[in-house]
């Protein structure tokens, strides 16, 4: 046998795997159409100046997690240059914005992504070298109102839809303000005093952050590190009131959108670009790699690396991580019944028994629930034993037409009796 192996923190996509990509890939697609956002591919490597301006110098990621190789000139009208395996795509798609003159057309530009991304990390479940992100972006010059908090609360509105036609049940999402580039510069200030007295104690990781980048410090993830990061003071009130009000904004129009959410004091991520909202999507399910997803707001992005104004916020979501979880959740799927019938009071009873009888010998494991059970119980007990549910009430019995709620999606439908067996036998999560 051969002695050459994918490269440490590479791994090779086999069928049937594969199609479970394919059909994440696919209805990300179809989700952010809805939204009215367009496709971008941008260069798999880049100047590697691009990167150090943009994720910043003493991120993890640009001080030792890049591929990064000096490009040999070839002939004496070309300059050897440094290059750079993308480690993330938000910068590549900024540099497309200026390059192109995107901001030029006035309009909101709202584009995504979906390809590989490098970095030198210590492969571990849920973290390679080469993974694959999928992502988005909206950008615009000010006329177009791409600072608005409404561009955030859609970004988000538009994760919690993904996730649930994912199939995906049962993610967190944390939101925080990390405030402007001055709100940032000021909290970094007041860190920096608050760390000289309590630093010493910590890793050395944040001694070294405690003078180079105090923000950093609470990224940290050293057990014994976290009861004194508690004791710190939070960013929330180093900021100014302009910031204060935008954060609200958010907050308040995804309460009217009902997407739920934790407020996380600490969540400052890991690229320096980002200003005012930031948030992480988590899932149990992942263990100690338990981000699905990472985004925020990058108002100064563009002017960073040379650009135009242009505030933007965006997202990029593990796509290795979106298989692990919805792999997981298909396991523990396995361990149900396909369903739990619930008969909407006890005169229904005899005619609930009659369809379970049906279902069972069509080969179907069916959980019988009890017309004497409130509408809630019914849920509460069919969420914990069976993939879906069908509701059986008086109605349903004289139609012939039942609802099934599948619990991985949580879709309604409407199903015809005869096709029930059918209907109940497909996998929980398409
Ligand atoms: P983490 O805290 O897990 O290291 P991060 O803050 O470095 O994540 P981002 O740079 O914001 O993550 O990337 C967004 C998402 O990309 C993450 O939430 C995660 O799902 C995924 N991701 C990041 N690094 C890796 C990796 N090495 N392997 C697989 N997925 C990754
Ligand atoms: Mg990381």
Known sequence: MSNLKAVRGTRDLLPPETALWNRIEATARRVFARYNFGEIRTPIFEDTALFSRSVGEETDIVSKEMYTFEDRARAQSEKTVSLT???????????????????????????????????????????????SQIGAEVIGPPPAGSESPIRDAEVLEMLATLLDELGISGWTLEINSVGSAADRARYNEVLRTALVSVAPGMCPDCQRRAVTNPLRVL????????????????????????????????????????????????????????????????????????ALLGGGRYDGLSEAIGGPKAPGIGFAMGEDRLVLTLQALE??????????????????????????????????????GDGSFRLKKSFESADKTARRMVILGEDELQSGILTVKTFATGLQSKVNRAELATYLSTPASE
């Open 331 to 368: 396991a523990a799927a396995q361990q149900k019944v396909d369903a739990y019938i619930a008969p909407l009071g006890e005169n229904l009873n005899p005619a609930a028994l009659a369809l379970a009888r049906e279902l069972r010998r069509a080969g179907l494991s069916i959980d019988l």
């Open 219 to 290: 990224d940290c993830k050293v057990p014994e590190d976290q009861p004194i990061i508690e004791t710190l003071p939070k960013i929330v009130d180093s900021l100014d009131e302009a910031s204060k009000a935008h954060f609200a904004a958010v907050l308040a129009a995804l309460d009217a959108a009902q997407v739920p959410y934790t407020r996380n004091y600490r969540l400052v991520r890991g690229l320096d670009y980002y200003t005012r909202t930031t948030f992480e999507f988590t899932h149990g399910g992942l263990g100690a790699q338990n």
């Open 85 to 131: 395996l993308r480690p993330e795509n938000t910068a590549g798609v900024v540099r497309a914005y200026i390059e192109h003159k995107l901001g030029e057309t006035g309009q909101l530009q709202k584009v995504y992504y979906i390809g590989p991304q490098f970095r030198r990390e210590r492969p571990q479940k849920g973290r390679y070298r080469q993974f």
